[in-house]
C-alpha cells in the first residue's frame, strides 16, 4: 500500500500585515470619531500612501545601504572587539536594514535582479553572526522570501522563485541555516523564546526551499546533520508546537526519498520514531496539534519501513510488539498501528512470522471481522474502508511470507473456526469491492463513449483506485485457501460462490487480469516469481 502523502496539513505561520488599516470605532460619523483628531487620520492617510514603489531602483538603494551598515557592524566589531557597547549601535541599524529587505517578498519579480546584485552571500553570512539576534533576522528574512504564497501563481513568478533558491542553495544556505540550528535553545527551562521562533522559522524556511526546489530535500540531508537534529527533537517527551514541525518536516524529507530513508535508518532512526510512538501507546494525544504531530510520525514510520533493511531494524526494535500493543490498547492510534503493520510485513517473512509468535494473528482478524474501535474521530465510512483495506493487505502478506509449517496452519485455522465465518466475511468483502469495481468500469466505458482520451493503462489505474486492489488481494487470499486443499474450506468456498450465482473462473478472472499487471519494479526474477505464484492459484481454481 502506498504511504499517505505527508504533506503539511497545518497553515504556517502568517506574518502580521503593518500596513493594516485600523478599523473606526464604533458609533462614529462617517467612520470618523467625534473625539479623533482630524490632523491625526490626515497623517494615518499619508503614512498608508507613503508606502514605496518596489522596483529596480528601490531595490538598488536597499540592498546599498544593507551592505553599507554591513561594512560598518564588521569595521565595530574588529576594532572594539571586546566593548560590545561601541558595535551595539551598528548592530541595531543592521538588524533595521534586514527588516527592511522584507518588502522584497512583495516582489518576487526582483529576486533574478537581488542575486545578480551579490547580496546573497552577505546575507547568508550573517547567519554565522556572533549576535544570535541578527542571524535570527536572517532566518526570518529567508523564511519571508521563500514564501510559495508570494508567486500568487504567477509562472513567471515560479521561475524567479526558483533563481533565488538556487542562489540561496550555492551559497550554502542548507549548511548555514543547519548550523545556526544546532546553536539555538528551544527545550527546557531554559528556552529562549525567540530562539523557539527562529527554530519554527528555519524548519518553515527548509520547507519552503523543497516546496520550490524538491530536489533540496536530499540534498539537505547529504550535506548537513539536520536528520540528527530532528531525530534528536521528536525525542523530547515534552510536546510543543517545534516537536510537531520537527516530526513534519522528517515525513517530507522522508516520503519521497529511498537515500533518506535508509540514511535515518542506519541512524537508528526506525528505534528512536518507535520511542516517540510509544509514549501514545496506552494514551490518547491532548490537543487536534498533538494528534497530527502523532500522524507525522505514523508517517515518519511507514516511510522508514519501505526499504527492506529497516523492516529488519523494525523487527529487531520489536516494533511488531509495540503495534500490537497499540491495537490492543484501542487508543486513536489503532488505524495508524495497523498502516505501520501492513508497511512492515509486506514482502517480509521474518516480520510475519514475528506477528504470528507475538500473537498477533487474534488482533488481527478481530479487526478483520469489523470489530473496530470507534471514537467521534474515526466514525466517517472512509476510515472504516481505509482499515478494512489495510487489513487485506495485512492478511495477503502473512499469506506471502508465511509458506509452511506450523505458522501455516496456525494461519489457515483461523479460516476454518467459527463455522468458516472468516471466508464468509472474504466473500461479503469479494462481493461489495466487485460490485463498486463493475460500477466504476461502466462509468469509464460511458466516458469513452463520449470521446473522452483515456488510455489502458489510466484505465487499470483508476479502476484501482475504485477497489480493484482490494478486490484483487481478496482473490489472492482465496488462491491461499484454495490451494490448501482443506475439504470443508474449498466447500464453503464453492457454496458462497453459488449463493452469490458465481463460479470460480470469476476468480480466476481477477487472479489473471493482477497476474498480467504485476509490475517489474523489483526486477524482472521477483516479477516471474510473483505471476508464477498467481498462475499456480489459477490453475489450482
Known amino acids: 500500500m502506498e504511504v499517505a502523502n505527508a504533506s503539511r496539513q497545518s497553515s504556517k505561520r502568517k506574518r502580521t500585515d503593518e500596513n493594516d488599516v485600523l478599523l473606526p470605532p464604533p458609533g462614529s460619523s462617517n467612520g470618523v470619531s467625534s473625539n479623533l483628531d482630524l490632523s491625526l487620520l490626515e497623517a494615518l492617510e499619508k503614512s498608508q500612501h507613503a508606502v514605496e514603489v518596489l522596483d529596480l531602483r528601490t531595490l538598488k538603494r536597499l540592498v546599498l545601504s544593507f551592505e553599507r551598515r554591513l561594512k560598518e557592524n564588521i569595521e565595530a566589531r574588529l576594532k572594539y572587539p571586546n566593548q560590545p557597547d561601541r558595535f551595539a549601535d551598528s548592530e541595531l541599524e543592521l538588524h533595521e536594514e534586514l527588516h527592511k529587505l522584507k518588502i522584497l517578498a512583495g516582489g518576487p519579480e526582483l529576486?533574478?535582479?537581488?542575486?545578480?546584485?551579490?547580496?546573497?552571500?552577505?546575507?547568508?553570512?550573517?547567519?554565522?553572526?556572533?549576535?544570535?539576534?541578527?542571524?535570527?533576522?536572517?532566518?526570518?528574512?529567508?523564511?519571508?522570501?521563500?514564501d510559495p504564497d508570494n508567486d500568487d501563481d504567477d509562472e513567471n513568478n515560479d521561475e524567479h522563485a526558483r533563481i533565488?533558491?538556487?542562489?540561496?542553495?550555492?551559497?550554502?544556505?542548507?549548511?548555514?541555516?543547519?548550523?545556526?540550528?544546532?546553536?539555538?535553545?528551544?527545550?527546557?527551562?531554559?528556552?529562549d523564546p525567540d530562539e523557539m521562533a527562529a527554530v519554527y522559522s528555519t524548519l518553515a524556511t527548509i520547507e519552503n526551499l523543497i516546496e520550490v526546489k524538491p530536489p533540496v530535500a536530499e540534498l539537505v540531508c547529504e550535506r548537513t546533520k539536520l536528520l540528527k537534529w530532528l531525530l534528536g527533537r521528536i525525542k523530547v517527551r515534552e510536546f510543543d508546537s517545534n516537536k510537531q514541525y520537527a516530526s513534519e518536516i522528517l515525513a517530507i524529507l522522508l516520503q519521497s526519498s529511498t537515500a533518506n530513508q535508509k540514511r535515518v535508518g542506519q541512524m537508528n532512526g526506525v528505534d528512536v520514531v518507535l520511542q516517540a510512538v510509544a509514549m501514545y501507546k496506552s494514551k490518547d494525544p491532548k490537543t487536534s496539534d498533538e494528534e497530527e504531530m502523532l500522524e507525522n510520525l505514523f508517517d515518519c514510520l511507514c516511510c522508514l519501513l519501505m526499504p527492506l533493511e529497516n523492516k529488519e531494524r523494525f523487527v529487531k526494535a520489536e516494533g511488531v510488539e509495540l503495534m500490537i500493543i497499540i491495537m490492543k490498547q484501542k487508543k486513536s492510534a489503532y488505524g495508524s498501528a495497523i498502516r505501520a503493520l501492513d508497511f512492515a510485513m509486506t514482502k517480509s517473512p521474518p516480520a510475519c512470522e514475528r506477528f504470528v509468535d507475538v500473537l498477533g494473528l487474534k488482533t488481527a482478524f478481530a479487526a478483520f471481522m469489523g470489530k473496530i474501535p470507534m471514537s467521534k474521530k474515526n466514525k466517517k465510512e472512509r476510515y472504516q474502508e481505509e482499515l478494512e483495506e489495510r487489513i487485506v493487505s495485512l492478511i495477503a502478506s502473512l499469506f506471502g511470507g508465511i509458506l509452511r509449517g506450523s505458522r501455516r496452519e496456525r494461519l489457515l485455522s483461523k479460516f476454518v473456526e467459527s463455522e468458516c465465518e472468516k471466508i464468509d466475511r472474504l466473500m461479503e468483502l469479494y462481493m461489495r469491492y466487485s460490485d463498486r469495481v463493475r460500477t466504476e468500469t461502466d462509468r469509464l466505458d460511458s466516458l469513452e463513449l463520449d470521446d473522452l482520451e483515456m488510455n489502458e493503462e489510466e484505465k487499470y489505474n483508476r479502476r484501482l483506485e475504485s477497489g480493484l486492489y482490494t478486490l484483487q488481494l481478496v482473490a489472492v487470499i482465496l488462491g491461499h485457501l484454495w490451494c490448501s486443499e482443506h475439504p470443508q474450506m474449498r466447500a464453503r468456498i464453492e457454496l458462497l460462490l453459488k449463493q452469490q450465482k458465481l463460479a470460480r473462473k470469476d476468480v480466476k478472472d481477477i487472479l489473471q487480469e493482477f497476474h498480467d499487471n504485476i509490475g517489474d519494479l523489483d526486477g524482472p526474477e521477483e516479477k516471474e516469481r510473483a505471476q508464477g505464484k498467481i498462475q499456480r492459484f489459477i490453475s489450482a481454481f
Open 111 to 146: 529576486y533574478p535582479d537581488l542575486v545578480s546584485l551579490n547580496a546573497i552571500p552577505s546575507i547568508l553570512n550573517l547567519l554565522a553572526h556572533d549576535n544570535t539576534d541578527i542571524a535570527i533576522d536572517v532566518v526570518l528574512l529567508l523564511q519571508d522570501l521563500t
Open 164 to 191: 533565488l533558491v538556487d542562489a540561496l542553495v550555492e551559497n550554502n544556505v542548507l549548511e548555514l541555516l543547519v548550523q545556526n540550528l544546532h546553536r539555538l535553545s528551544d527545550t527546557g527551562e531554559a528556552a
